[in-house]
């Protein structure tokens, strides 16, 4: 049995750091380094697994067999394995054979930290470098600006496998082609920024990527990672923010993953009722354990620092949040002050948070949680979790509710529509309509709308025109923006052609200069996250269907009124209340042709006069389109 060379990349500063879950760089000291070592260029190896009796390194290049290459175990009781392989490089393949030393059990595992893994369905990872040449300086340099909370946040949700296809190839788009096509796309959409569903490496694609088991590699299925990288260059040079989808909530318990890795519970919580999520049948992490606070921490610090992602969306934080998840009594134990509350949890997620924003200042971290769990996204100091945003789940089901109900009973049901408005500023809010809401039954956004052909894409432009002038960053998943009218198929694509039809390129067309106009306006988003940047016209017109509100900029001169007709029939000289007298004009109406709407009910020559309305001593009569939201401002 022979041993690799004695080498190591950890001084006992790092080891220290490790073992106190403070270490937040784990990845340049884990998994393959490709190095020279007394002349020999090699591969350096590292690997935590504290209760193992051998590891070795097996692969390409020695038949996969197990006795040459066994690494050595550190003297210091950090549990590390290390060793230094001559002449292998980049591109050999390989895993690391565990023997557990609480048994007989040998099992074979993905490195934890691997930079590059196979093409699914095959595991082993890949020894990787590249020497990418970034290009993305000035973006760099300015983001913070662009990823501020008072600038325009519009997100475009992607999953890259199902965007887009070469139909006549039946394959994925690569990322070198994704540079282009997805690129253009979502910048003539003028969406500020995109998300990519999970795009590191995982073995089975019906998980859409949320069973992760190569966290520091993105997937092999649309290139290598420098392709990647090209491809969130590519989105800085034209002025577009990346979003990474992450997920350090659970992980799968395929046999080549972090699960049971040297034959104990090392990564997972060895209690089943804190170490299983029985929804996805998945494993949760220890987060009580030094060593994954810092692993986890570390890959979030790693796609930030090695692949310039502007921020992350973390998935299913109320089910680390919480220790009856989706449990029944009996199936859960309470922490230490008999509450339900996940402290381990807790207070990992703050330390991830206090260590991103210390490390990236200028980057944002969005909670997808759905429970009313106080200040999510509000500063540690100020006793919250310290995320930048908040998913507004409340906003998401209630709106979508309120919409699916035939025009002539919404007047039983404004109160869906604003309920919103009375929690909307406890939280930094992200107004999502993701993938979650087009699956499994649940129709496309257009069809959960009611009515005929002409009045679905009415409520479907309507809605839009809410999302966006309601208060908050906003998200839409793609092919909500054309009106996709299939449910999402994870397997096939978004249906291009339907941009073919009117009604389809209206809904497109409209989101679009909502998108400009969300950029454009600065009362659309300066104070979208405060009490300041909203008021109420009137929201008690539940017989015709029409509310009113103001949005307001750090200038007066700024604030745009927005007015909502929320019914099929067309309500002329409509009367409101308005702050002051003047002359108005209407800056956007979701009922023009362009939209394919019926371009009848324009508003021009606005002008107040001195007639109380809705306790206002001015007011002004406007044209409402049917199904129709009208956008106006003072001149």
């Excluded at 996969?64 to 066994?70: I, K, P, S, V, Y």
């Excluded at 009045?455 to 309507?462: I, T, V």
């Excluded at 809705?614 to 003072?634: C, D, F, Q, T, W």
Aim: glycine residues 8%; negative net charge; charged residues 25%.
């Amino acid at each position: 049995m022979a041993q690799t060379k004695v080498h190591s990349l950890f001084t006992e500063f790092d080891i220290n750091l490790f073992k106190a879950g403070k270490h937040y760089r784990l990845y340049e000291k884990f998994g393959s380094h490709i190095t020279t070592v007394d002349g020999v260029k090699g591969t350096y190896f590292a690997v935590w697994a504290p209760s193992a009796k051998s590891v070795a390194v097996i692969g390409d290049f020695n038949f996969w067999l197990d006795t040459e290459h066994h690494l050595n175990v550190r003297w210091d009781g950090s549990g590390i394995w290390e060793g230094f392989i001559p002449n292998i490089g980049k591109g050999s393949v390989y895993k690391y054979k565990v023997q557990s030393s609480h048994s007989n059990i040998t099992t074979e595992k993905a490195d934890p930290f691997a930079r590059r893994c196979e093409h699914p369905p095959k595991t082993a990872s890949v020894v990787w470098e590249d020497e990418y040449a970034w290009k993305d300086k000035k973006w760099m340099k300015n983001r913070k600006k662009n990823n501020a909370l008072d600038a325009p946040y519009s997100v475009y949700e992607v999953h890259l496998g199902s965007w887009k296809k070469k139909v006549e190839e039946n394959r994925f788009l690569s990322y070198t082609e994704l540079a282009e096509e997805l690129v253009n796309y979502v910048k003539e959409m003028n969406f500020t920024h995109v998300e990519f569903m999970p795009i590191m490496e995982f073995p089975y694609d019906p998980s859409w990527g949320y069973q992760l088991t190569g966290y520091f590699a993105p997937t092999s299925r649309f290139g290598y990672p420098d392709e990647f990288k090209f491809l969130v260059d590519k989105f800085h040079e034209n002025g577009i923010g990346v979003l990474l989808d992450w997920v350090p909530s659970h992980f799968p318990s395929d046999d080549h993953g972090l699960g049971y890795f040297d034959g104990s519970h090392l990564y997972e919580h060895p209690d089943r009722r804190k170490g299983y999520h029985q929804d996805w049948k998945s494993l949760i992490f220890n987060y009580g354990r030094n060593e994954i606070k810092a692993f986890l921490i570390s890959n979030a610090i790693f796609w930030l620092d090695q692949y310039h992602a502007d921020g992350l969306r973390v998935d299913a934080v109320a089910s680390m949040l919480f220790l009856d998840y989706s449990r029944e009594e009996g199936e859960w134990e309470p922490n230490e002050f008999g509450g339900r509350e996940n402290l381990d949890a807790i207070n990992f997620i703050k330390e991830m948070n206090a260590a991103v924003y210390e490390a990236f200042p200028d980057v944002q971290t969005i909670a997808e949680e759905s429970t009313s769990f106080p200040q999510v996204s509000r500063p540690i100091y100020d006793g919250g979790l310290g995320f930048g945003m908040k998913w507004m789940m409340g906003w998401m089901h209630d709106t979508l509710d309120y919409f699916s109900k035939e025009t002539v009973y919404r007047k039983h049901h404004q109160n869906d529509l604003t309920f919103s408005l009375n929690y909307a500023f406890t939280e930094n809010f992200m107004l999502p309509l993701s993938h979650d809401e087009v699956v499994y039954g649940k129709k496309s956004i257009v069809n959960k709308m009611p009515g005929d052909e002409w009045q679905k894409f009415g409520n479907l432009r309507l809605l839009y025109s809410f999302m966006y002038t309601h208060p908050g960053a906003k998200l839409l998943f793609q092919g909500g923006e054309f009106g996709q009218t299939s449910e999402w198929d994870f397997d096939g694509s978004l249906d291009w052609h339907l941009l073919e039809y009117d009604v389809h390129k209206g809904a497109q067309s409209l989101v679009k200069d909502l998108n400009k106009l969300y950029k454009k306006e600065p009362a659309l988003h300066q104070k979208q996250f405060s009490p300041e940047g909203f008021e109420w016209i009137d929201h008690g017109d539940h017989e015709n269907s029409v509310m009113s509100y103001i949005r307001k900029g750090n200038n007066e001169k700024d604030n745009v009124i927005i007015i909502l007709n929320l019914t099929p029939i067309p309500r002329e000289k409509y009367r409101i209340g308005i702050p002051k007298a003047g002359t108005l004009k209407e800056v956007f109406n979701s009922d023009a042709k362009k939209y394919n709407g019926t371009d009848n009910y324009k508003n021009k020559n606005l002008i107040a006069n001195l007639k109380e309305w809705n306790g206002r001593k001015n007011s002004i009569e406007l044209n409402l389109p049917p199904l129709g939201m009208v956008a106006i401002k003072y001149k």
